[in-house]
C-alpha cells in the first residue's frame, strides 16, 4: 500500500531530526513548493538503495540562500579578463579581482543549488546528487561568509580557501555522471541533459574566475614581478589565458599526446592513424589553454579510436585531417576521419549525458574507477607536465569508456561563445566542426538556450 506523504519515514511530525543534515534547507523549500504524490512515494520506496544514511542534522535557513538566487550572475568575456590582469598588477587590482570572486562564487553556486532543490525529490536524494548537493551548500556558505578583502594579507588567506574548495570539488563530475545514470529511469533524458550541462557550464564558470585569480596573486607575489610593467611572460599568459594560442601547435602537440595514448591503450606495435594539418598555418588567437587542449584532445582521440575500431590492425590506416580556418571572427577547425561514420539513430544521442546506449552498469563501473576528474586532456597522463589545481590529483586510464567526452565537449565550446556540430557519412567517416570565438569579446555563456 502506497503511503500518503504525511506519513513517509523522513516526511513525518519530525523532519529536523529525521531528515540528513545536508537536505534540510532542500526539504523546507520543497515542502512549501511542492506536494509529495503518491507516485513520487512509491518511487522513492523503490530506490531507497541510493538514499544517504540519516546523521546529526542542522537546519538552514532558506531565506539566506533566496537572497543570492535573486542577484544575477555578472558574466565576464576573455577580453576583460585580459585587460584587466595585463596592466599594472598593483595591490588595488589584486583586492578587487578578490572581491569580485568573493562575492560573484557564492551567487553562482546558489543558482545551482537552487536548480537541484527543484528536481523531484526521489532525484536529489540519490547519494551522488545529494553529496554533490551538500559539497555545494558547504562551498556556498564558506564564500558568503568571506569578509571583504582589504589587503593583499587578506586576499592570501582567501586563496588557501578558494584552493581548498577547488580540490574539495574534483569529485563534482564522476558523482554528477553517476547520478544522472542511477536516475535516467526517473525523469526524462532531456530534463536530466538540461541539468548536467547547467551544472558543468557553471563549474567551468567558477573555475574560470577562480583560477584566474589564483594565478594573478601567483604573478603579483612574484619576485619578479614590478607594478608598472606588463605581466606578459611565461609564453604571454595573462592568468590562465594564452594571448598566442597557435592553432597548428596545439594540434600538433596534442594530436601526438593523443596517438601516445592510443597506444598505450591498444599496444606499441599497433598502428596508429597519422594526423595531417592543413589550411591556416600561422592562426593565432586568445584563449585559455586547457579547454583549447580538451576539446581538440576529445575530438582527435574520438577519431583516432573510430579508424582503428573500423580498420582493425590494417598497417595503413588512412588519417585524419585538421582543416584551420582563420575567419574574420572565428578560428574553425574541421576534424575528418574515415572511421565508419556514425548510424543515424545515434547521432542525436552523440552530444547527451543520459541517453548514450552503452551500459549503464558498466559505466557506473567505470566511474567508479575514477573518484576525481577535473575535464582536463592532462589528467589521462599519471604525472601530468602542467601542474594546476585543475589536474594535480586526477588521474584516469586513458581506455576508461565513460561516455561523457563529446558532452563536454560541447559544453566547453559554447562556454565562450563557440560551437560544436558533426556531420556523418555512415560507412566512410566523420567531419567535426569547431568554431572558436577569436576576437575574446563574448562574455561567458552561463544560460543554455538549445535544450
Not at 563534482?172 to 555522471?177: K, Q
Amino acid at each position: 500500500m502506497l503511503l500518503p506523504p504525511s506519513s513517509h519515514p523522513l516526511l513525518c511530525a519530525s523532519p529536523l531530526t529525521r531528515l540528513p543534515r545536508h537536505l534540510l534547507s532542500l526539504a523546507k523549500y520543497r515542502q512549501s513548493h511542492v506536494a509529495l504524490s503518491a507516485g513520487v512515494s512509491a518511487s522513492f520506496r523503490r530506490h531507497q538503495s541510493l538514499q544517504v544514511t540519516p546523521a546529526p542534522s542542522r537546519w538552514r535557513s532558506p531565506t539566506v540562500l533566496d537572497s543570492y538566487v535573486e542577484k544575477p550572475a555578472r558574466p565576464i568575456s576573455l577580453r576583460q579578463l585580459i585587460f584587466f590582469g595585463g596592466r599594472n598588477l598593483d595591490d588595488k587590482r589584486i583586492i578587487n579581482s578578490a572581491n569580485y570572486v568573493r562575492t560573484e562564487l557564492p551567487v553562482r553556486l546558489a543558482h545551482r543549488i537552487r536548480d537541484m532543490q527543484k528536481l523531484p525529490y526521489v532525484v536529489v536524494t540519490n547519494r551522488h546528487l545529494s553529496y554533490v548537493y551538500e559539497l555545494y551548500y558547504e562551498a556556498f556558505e564558506s564564500f558568503r561568509k568571506v569578509p571583504e578583502i582589504k589587503t593583499v594579507e587578506d586576499n592570501d588567506r582567501f586563496c588557501e580557501v578558494i584552493k581548498a574548495t577547488l580540490k574539495e570539488h574534483l569529485t563534482v563530475i564522476p558523482r554528477l555522471a553517476m547520478g544522472v545514470l542511477e536516475c535516467r529511469d526517473l525523469l526524462p533524458a532531456e530534463q536530466l541533459d538540461k541539468f548536467m550541462h547547467s551544472l558543468l557550464r557553471s563549474r567551468i564558470s567558477r573555475r574560470v574566475i577562480a583560477e584566474q585569480h589564483l594565478a594573478l596573486t601567483d604573478t603579483f607575489n612574484s619576485p619578479f614581478h614590478f607594478p608598472d610593467a606588463p605581466i606578459y611572460h611565461h609564453g604571454d599568459f595573462v592568468g590562465e589565458v594564452f594571448l598566442r594560442c597557435n592553432a597548428k601547435e596545439v594540434v600538433e602537440r596534442v594530436g601526438a599526446y593523443a596517438q601516445e595514448l592510443a597506444r598505450k591503450a591498444h599496444g606499441d606495435n599497433h598502428p596508429v592513424p597519422e594526423i595531417i594539418i592543413e589550411g591556416h598555418m600561422d592562426t593565432t588567437f586568445p584563449y585559455i589553454l586547457s579547454h583549447l587542449e580538451y576539446i581538440i584532445g576529445e575530438l582527435l582521440r574520438n577519431s583516432i579510436e573510430a579508424t582503428i575500431e573500423h580498420h582493425g590492425s590494417k598497417p595503413d590506416l588512412p588519417p585524419i585531417t585538421v582543416l584551420i580556418c582563420h575567419a574574420p571572427k572565428h578560428v574553425i577547425f574541421r576534424v575528418s576521419d574515415q572511421g565508419g561514420g556514425i548510424p543515424p539513430e545515434e547521432t542525436e544521442d552523440l552530444w547527451s549525458f543520459a541517453k548514450s546506449k552503452r551500459s549503464d552498469l558498466a559505466r557506473l563501473k567505470n566511474f567508479a574507477q575514477v573518484p576525481k576528474m577535473a575535464g582536463t586532456l592532462q589528467e589521462l597522463q599519471p604525472e601530468p607536465a602542467a601542474q594546476t589545481s585543475l589536474h594535480t590529483l586526477t588521474y584516469r586510464p586513458p581506455d576508461l569508456k565513460l561516455g561523457m567526452g563529446l558532452p563536454m565537449t560541447r559544453v566547453y565550446a559554447e562556454y565562450w561563445g563557440g560551437s560544436l556540430q558533426q556531420t556523418s557519412m555512415e560507412g566512410y567517416g566523420t567531419d567535426v566542426f569547431l568554431h572558436i570565438e577569436k576576437l575574446g569579446n563574448r562574455l561567458e555563456q552561463l544560460n543554455i538556450d538549445h535544450l
